[in-house]
Each structure stands twice: as structure tokens, then as C-alpha cells.
């Protein structure tokens, strides 16, 4: 055998015995039940289930794993956790009001941070795009013989939703948000790919179930109140920093809201995606949510005729 035939021959040799050796410590060596455990908690797939167990508790209908169609790019998604509820209805009426929670869950132990400042008159007249009603509403003045004007009036303020809907109630707005991370032996602020990770994905999910909530054209079909609640929960800790404080400092909080302008190809509008803390998502609920709810079934069972007047008197 010539030298290089010899050479070519031993590293054979002590490739299979790597490669034996590789297999006994494998055996040898498997994940422990505790090892298995750390790497699912780590991935978060517990997370989405304790998250959808907790909502189903509630009362609500939970799916996980919800697909829905991504239309720029013709492909499927899916969004963590979707939890509906019908808070209301009136089989006479044909009116029914329900809640909805598109659900994605991060789980981390790095903190999200949101930079926040006092909100202006355009943000005092905003409505949320998440939130459906049943009617359309218009003031009308009269002018004269068969003359007339009229005026859209928006029905989130006009059947009391911006006095209930916390993050429109608040004064402050979070304008600019970013996520702590770790870089070698100090910490940075990283908002590299977050809009596009979260906010993109969050409003295609909503465009999607949107296009789902059947729209009435006869007086004899349903009409729906239908909320939108596009929500991150996180395991993570949440700040607030009041960029306007003589000495800006973050604070924590349990859930924020965060509105973003969003346009592409397939996707224009205005899109809140509220964080929640997920040691604090039972408070949210019961502070945000539950008013929300409580409000659509009331129009119902108990102001319809306010409800179900779509014209309205002149005001200035």
C-alpha cells in the first residue's frame, strides 16, 4: 500500500470509530425529563396552551394554531391563539355583539420598552379599525325645500366606546417601542425587524378574520358588533418611559397599547396591537376587555332604539 493509500486508510479507520463512539454517547447521554422540559418551556409551545387554556376558562371559544392567508406573499400563516366570544344577541333583532382575541405569544425574558408622549386633538377623534359595528350614522341638517346636508358621525364615539376603550381614554400615546437585548457583556436597545415581525403579521391576521364577519345588505340579515383584540403576550416584564419627564425613567406596567401606520401592497391603515404581561393578562381582561363587552351587550338588551337610529340631529 503506498504511503498516501496508508494515510487515506487510518483516516477511514478513525472516522468509523468516531462515528461508533458518537452513537454509544448518544445513547449514553439522551436529554433527562428535566432537560426535555427546559427546552419545551424555552420554545414557548407551553406558553400558547396555558395562554388559550386560561381564555377558554373565561368563557370564551379557543382554536390555536390558526391559519389564515398571507396576501402578499399567497401563503399560509398562522396565528398562536384565537379566542371568540358572543357577549350578546337578539334573535329578534338580529343583532349580536362578540369579542375577538388574535393572540400571539412571545415567550422571552427580555423586556419589551415603550417610549411614550401626551396625545393631540387628531388622536382624541381616532377610531380603532379593530372595532366593527352594525350601523353607519350621519347627522342631517336641513336647508331648505328639498335640500339637505349631511355629516358621517363615527359610532365608537357615538354609542360611548371612546369613553369605555382604556388605551383611548388614557392621555399618552407609546410612539416608539424597542426590546432589551443582551450584546456581549451590556445590554442594547434592538427594534431591528420588530415591526415587521409583529406588526405586519398582526394586521394580515386581522384583515383576515375581518373579511369573515359577515356583512349585512337586508334589513332581515344579522348585523354585528364584532371587537378586534390583536394582542402579543409576553413573559417578559413591560416599560413605559414618559419621553416628556424631566427625567425620563421606565416603568413598569402589564399591558400597552401601540398604534402603527402600516402600508404596503396588500396592507394600508392605521393597526393597535396591545402587549400584555402574561402573568397579567386575567387584569386586562377584567380592566380592558370586560367594559368593552359589557357595553355592546347593553346597546343591545337594553338602548336598541339608540342603537338601531342611524339619523341623527344636527349638532355644530
Not at 463512539?21 to 414557548?44: F, H
Request: aromatic share 10%; with cysteine; proline share 5%.
Amino acid at each position: 500500500m503506498s504511503d498516501a493509500g496508508a494515510i487515506l486508510w487510518q483516516e477511514c479507520c478513525l472516522a468509523a470509530e468516531r462515528g461508533r463512539l458518537g452513537q454509544r454517547d448518544g445513547m449514553a447521554s439522551g436529554p433527562s425529563n428535566d432537560e426535555i422540559m427546559a427546552a419545551i418551556n424555552d420554545s414557548g409551545y407551553l406558553m400558547e396552551q396555558e395562554v388559550a387554556t386560561r381564555l377558554e376558562q373565561r368563557g370564551l371559544h379557543v382554536r390555536t394554531n390558526v391559519a389564515f392567508e398571507d396576501p402578499d406573499e399567497s401563503k399560509s400563516r398562522e396565528i398562536d391563539v384565537v379566542a371568540v366570544k358572543r357577549t350578546s344577541f337578539d334573535e329578534v333583532a338580529k343583532l349580536s355583539a362578540y369579542v375577538e382575541l388574535l393572540v400571539e405569544c412571545k415567550n422571552s425574558t427580555n423586556p419589551f420598552v415603550f417610549i411614550a408622549r401626551p396625545k393631540n386633538a387628531a388622536d382624541r377623534h381616532h377610531s380603532p379599525e379593530e372595532f366593527l359595528f352594525p350601523y353607519r350614522y350621519e347627522m342631517k341638517k336641513e336647508l331648505g325645500p328639498g335640500k339637505s346636508m349631511t355629516r358621517q358621525v363615527n359610532a365608537f364615539h357615538h354609542l360611548g366606546f371612546d369613553q369605555v376603550f382604556e388605551a383611548h381614554v388614557r392621555p399618552w400615546k407609546a410612539v416608539q417601542f424597542c426590546r432589551i437585548d443582551r450584546k456581549g457583556s451590556g445590554w442594547h436597545a434592538n427594534h431591528g425587524g420588530l415591526y415587521d415581525a409583529i406588526f405586519y403579521p398582526m394586521a394580515k391576521a386581522l384583515n383576515a378574520r375581518r373579511k369573515e364577519v359577515p356583512k349585512s345588505s337586508r334589513s332581515d340579515e344579522w348585523r354585528y358588533t364584532w371587537l378586534f383584540f390583536p394582542l402579543v403576550v409576553t413573559s417578559g416584564d413591560l416599560f413605559l418611559i414618559d419621553a416628556t419627564a424631566e427625567q425620563p425613567s421606565p416603568v413598569s406596567v402589564d399591558h400597552v397599547s401601540f398604534q402603527r401606520e402600516l402600508k404596503s401592497g396588500k396592507l394600508s391603515g392605521s393597526f393597535m396591537v396591545t402587549f400584555v404581561r402574561q402573568q397579567a393578562l386575567e387584569s386586562f381582561l377584567a380592566d380592558v376587555i370586560d367594559p368593552l363587552a359589557a357595553l355592546s351587550a347593553d346597546l343591545i338588551e337594553q338602548r336598541q332604539d339608540f342603537l338601531k337610529t342611524t339619523t341623527l340631529p344636527w349638532a355644530d
